[in-house]
């Protein structure tokens, strides 16, 4: 499995970026999926986490009731809805695959996509 992050960019405060996670290869079907954030100088963030079926989802607490993940198996893809976005949300943003769930602490992840960097400005 080979994970392509993409649709990151430069959004102004209280706008929406929907992050694509695309796999090539392997059966992206099976994996559960963790989304992950970076900013500079600090640690990686868990931020959603979404099963294998897309039937159980979980969000941290700093993105809860903005953020939404899904994912099309069909298409080997995942997302990640990002809504009134806030410049604290400027990070390099990763999506990872699990071959059990997902895990917060980063645990566990067999495959990390390159990251896409999203630059909210205020």
């Not at 080979?2 to 209280?14: E, Y």
């Not at 695309?22 to 868990?46: H, I, K, M, V």
């Not at 994912?71 to 695959?97: F, H, I, S, W």
Request: proline share 2%; with cysteine; glycine share 16%.
């Amino acid at each position: 499995v080979q994970l392509q992050a993409s649709g990151g960019g430069l959004v102004q405060a209280g706008g929406s970026l929907l992050l694509s996670c695309l796999s090539s290869g392997g059966t992206f079907s099976t994996y559960g999926l963790g989304w992950f954030r970076q900013a500079p100088g600090t640690e990686r963030e868990f931020i959603a986490g979404l099963s294998a079926d897309g039937s159980w989802k979980y969000y941290a607490t700093s993105v809860k009731g903005r953020f939404t993940v899904s994912r099309d198996n069909d298409k080997n893809t995942a997302y990640l809805q990002m809504n009134g976005l806030k410049p604290e949300d400027t990070a390099v943003y990763y999506c990872a695959a699990h071959p059990h769930g997902f895990d917060m602490g980063g645990v566990g992840y067999e495959y990390w996509g390159q990251g896409t960097l999203v630059t909210v400005s205020s």
